[in-house]
T-cell receptor, first 116, second 114 residues
């Protein structure tokens, strides 16, 4: 079975500073990896995904993530954050098996608080 | 192209009542997923449906919960005899493909059980 651990429940950071949100996963098979963002009282929006190929994935809003198979990690980074990036961020995995139904397994979430 | 629609956005029920949550997928999407977000927790998968079929219900509580996705109309998540522990945000996502790794989420229904 797969599981996802987001190591930080809250990450406070000042505007224009860099940020890294950490995500580790546990799986005996290869997985697809995702980062979603949830703004207050809204649904989830896909930031980026890793299915195969280059381990550095670029997403929307200036975010990127790097897949590290040996460390089973998929950390999210942004070189300079804005106030508008304040939101909840979720890391998720999905196993690409032949019977895969595409269901996502989510981490607990990390609240990014960008301060002026 | 309208996004995934969920209604109602907020639903208040008393213990023992029934809750019906509706999800209209994006146009052209025939695959629907339901997830539940309990307070201070991440989202948990509940059920995956294709038109007229339940494909994976491994995350559904064994009692009181049911889901359907009829040939016509929205997908429905039904909770009978609600209890306070059912209070949560329920999100629907749709995908155009089986095993869809591009899931588009609705805004959620926030259920409060008094």
């Amino acid at each position: 079975a797969q599981s996802v651990t987001q190591l930080d429940s809250q990450v406070p950071v000042f505007e224009e500073a860099p940020v890294e949100l950490r995500c580790n996963y546990s799986s005996s098979v290869s997985v697809y990896l995702f980062w979603y963002v949830q703004y207050p009282n809204q649904g989830l929006q896909l930031l980026l995904k890793y299915l195969s190929g280059s381990t550095l994935v670029k997403g929307i809003n200036g975010f990127e993530a790097e897949f590290n198979k040996s460390q089973t990690s998929f950390h999210l980074r942004k070189p300079s954050v804005h106030i508008s990036d304040t939101a909840e961020y979720f890391c998720a995995v999905s196993p690409p098996t032949s019977s895969n139904t595409g269901k996502l397994i989510f981490g607990q979430g990390t609240t990014l608080q960008v301060k002026p | 192209n309208a996004g995934v629609m969920q209604n109602p956005r907020h639903l208040v029920r008393r213990r023992g009542q029934e809750a019906r949550l509706r999800c209209s997928p994006m146009k052209g999407h025939s695959h629907v997923y339901w997830y539940r977000q309990l307070p201070e927790e991440g989202l948990k998968f509940m059920v995956y449906l294709q038109k007229e079929n339940i494909i994976d219900e491994s995350g559904m509580p064994k009692e009181r919960f049911s889901a359907e996705f009829p040939k016509e109309g929205p997908s429905i998540l039904r909770i009978q005899q609600v209890v306070r522990g059912d209070s949560a945000a329920y999100f629907c996502a749709s995908s155009p493909l089986r095993g869809g790794h591009e899931q588009f989420f609705g805004p959620g229904t926030r259920l409060t059980v008094l």
